[in-house]
């Protein structure tokens, strides 16, 4: 079955670029996305990419596909206190359809 | 305000007691699913529904159920809870629209089954 990884805590520097990595197994996998859980919520949709793109920005954050080792990264420049949370990686072959999220990835920042 | 509502937010509750989380969204989602986040297990789906009265198994099915009567709610039921499903229970909608992919989640639930 399909399968996501990511390790599971990351420690950076305010001000300091964060990245978090994360692979999958799926190869129809067409939409990759990464989510952020804040302490005490749900998850919210941070960005995603369609899988014919290598690269997505938006503002402090840069999404990089390997499609070919099946590897997405997120970085986050500059990186803020508020930045600090777990960041889910997550794939899907058809976008509505089932959606595998990976072990998420907990961000601390420290000022 | 697009909302995916969860009830309760907190819950402990002891072997075998049945009980049902619910879960409402307003966004005319078709498609709605249940989640458990155990740490280093990453979020786990339980069930999904692609439309009214239309439901299936995700990855860890075993111990509960779901119904979809109204477009708009998809209680989790848990017939005989046990200890294994202390748990943090997230309930999310999507939409169909295939170039607006994003899930919504509701707050979760953190349910104690001691």
């Known amino acids: 079955g399909e399968d996501v990884e990511q390790s599971l805590f990351l420690s950076v520097r305010e001000g300091d670029s964060s990245v978090i990595n994360c692979t999958y197994t799926d190869s129809s996998s067409t939409y990759l996305y990464w989510y952020k859980q804040e302490p005490g919520a749900g998850l919210q949709l941070l960005t995603y990419?369609?899988?014919?793109?290598d690269m997505k920005q938006d503002q402090r954050l840069t999404v990089l596909l390997n499609k070919k080792d099946k590897h997405l990264s997120l970085r986050i420049a500059d990186t803020q206190t508020g930045d600090s949370a777990i960041y889910f990686c997550a794939e899907s072959p058809g976008g509505y359809q089932k959606v595998t999220f990976g072990t998420g990835t907990k961000l601390q920042v420290i000022p | 305000e697009a909302q995916v509502t969860q009830n309760p937010r907190y819950l402990i509750t002891v072997t075998g007691k049945k009980l049902t989380v619910t879960c409402s969204q307003n966004m005319n989602h078709e498609y709605m699913s249940w989640y458990r986040q155990d740490p280093g297990l990453g979020l786990r789906q339980i069930y999904y529904s692609m439309n009214v009265e239309v439901t299936d198994k995700g990855d860890v099915p075993e111990g509960y159920k779901v119904s979809r009567k109204e477009k708009r709610n998809f209680p989790l039921i848990l017939e005989s809870p046990s200890p294994n499903q202390t748990s943090l229970y997230f309930c999310?909608?999507?939409?169909?629209?295939?170039?607006?992919?994003?899930?919504?989640f509701g707050q979760g639930t953190r349910l104690t089954v001691v």
């Open positions: 990419i369609f899988s014919n793109m």
């Open positions: 999310a909608s999507t939409s169909r629209d295939r170039f607006n992919t994003e899930a919504f």
